[in-house]
């Protein structure tokens, strides 16, 4: 375990647009995650959100085409992790990260689970689990970045 230190090696992985290529993409995340010194609830949390980054790739950027590639690079800056996300799909309305952009888990209290949406909640669970979400697109990439310190975790789950 290397516990949060600020020389940690970089990982790129190369997928193809293919939702069954994505559980690997997590998986190592995951790992690298552990082995730099986030608990094991703390990975499956990074674990989720880049999973939930990478099928919104293939669902919305690519419209499920096989054949393209979806870039996952992991490095570190400072006292956290980078975790960026890349394709050259469609891009996404920037809008969709901002706090006044309705989110699909503001919901009313008489809403039911029957009545909650099946869909459209991977951003709202990435911006809930990471420190901060960033989302560009310029050169015919689009790019979203998710940012987690060292030492912080969602809920005081430490």
Do not use: W
Not at 4 to 29: E, H, K, W
């Amino acid at each position: 375990m290397i516990n949060g230190a600020t020389n940690l090696p970089q990982m790129s992985l190369i997928l193809n647009s293919r939702l069954d290529c994505v559980a690997i993409a997590g998986i190592l995340a995951r790992t690298f995650c552990e082995c730099t010194g986030f608990s094991p609830l703390e990975s499956r949390q990074i674990e989720v959100c880049v999973v939930e980054a990478i099928n919104n790739c293939i669902i919305h950027a690519y419209k499920l085409h096989t054949g393209n590639t979806v870039e996952l690079q992991i490095s570190t800056k400072g006292s956290a992790l980078i975790f960026e996300i890349c394709d050259r799909g469609d891009g996404m309305d920037p809008r969709r990260l901002c706090d006044t952009y309705g989110k699909p888990f503001d919901l009313d209290s008489n809403t039911t689970l029957n009545d909650m949406p099946e869909n459209g909640r991977g951003l709202s669970i990435i911006q809930s689990l990471m420190d901060a979400v960033e989302y560009t697109s310029a050169n015919n990439t689009n790019r979203l970045t998710m940012t987690k310190h060292f030492g912080r975790t969602v809920g005081n789950q430490r």
